[in-house]
């Protein structure tokens, strides 16, 4: 499989828990490495603009309220077949739904405070790789 890079965010769910670390380390674990991070406080606007796909659906306003209620941390993943990777160590949107062992079993609450984002294709990640990172801020290993 391809090497590939992913956007991952821990929703601010996540980082209120104090659970970034273990995140981290289950995307450390399955050989994901963190090529680009930030914390960010997203603006309402930043949060309309990244899921601007969910724009007609019913929960987008709710969406962007949770999005832009506290601080999240937006990272670059990369490695082997890194989308579907990160998607399966997600688990489910519905935390009630996902596999137990998956990051949105063990520290989401329900499918609107669901704990992480992970693009869900190769077009996604492009397009949300650039809308958070400049190239220059993505550090590969060498
Ligand atoms: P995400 O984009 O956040 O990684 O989640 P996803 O791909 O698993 O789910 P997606 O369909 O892209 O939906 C984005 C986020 O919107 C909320 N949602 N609520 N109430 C609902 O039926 C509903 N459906 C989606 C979730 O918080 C989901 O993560
Ligand atoms: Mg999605």
């Not at 997600?90 to 669901?114: C, H, L, Q, V, Y």
């Amino acid at each position: 499989m391809a090497n590939e890079r992913t956007l991952s965010i821990i929703k601010p769910d996540a980082v209120a828990k104090n659970v970034i670390g273990e995140i981290y380390t289950r995307f450390e674990k399955a050989g994901l490495n963190i090529v680009a991070a930030k914390m960010m406080h997203l603006t309402q606007e930043q949060a309309e603009g990244f899921y601007a796909e969910h724009k007609e659906r019913p929960f987008f306003n709710d969406l962007v309220a949770f999005m832009t209620s506290g601080p999240a941390v937006v990272q670059v993943l990369e490695g082997e077949g890194a989308i579907l990777k990160n998607r399966d160590l997600m688990g489910a949107t519905n935390p009630k739904e996902a596999e137990a062992g998956t990051i949105r079993a063990d520290f989401a609450a329900s499918i609107d405070a669901n704990a992480v984002h992970g693009s869900d294709s190769a077009a996604s990640a492009e397009r949300e790789i650039a809308y958070f990172f400049n190239d220059s801020e993505i550090c590969p290993r060498g």
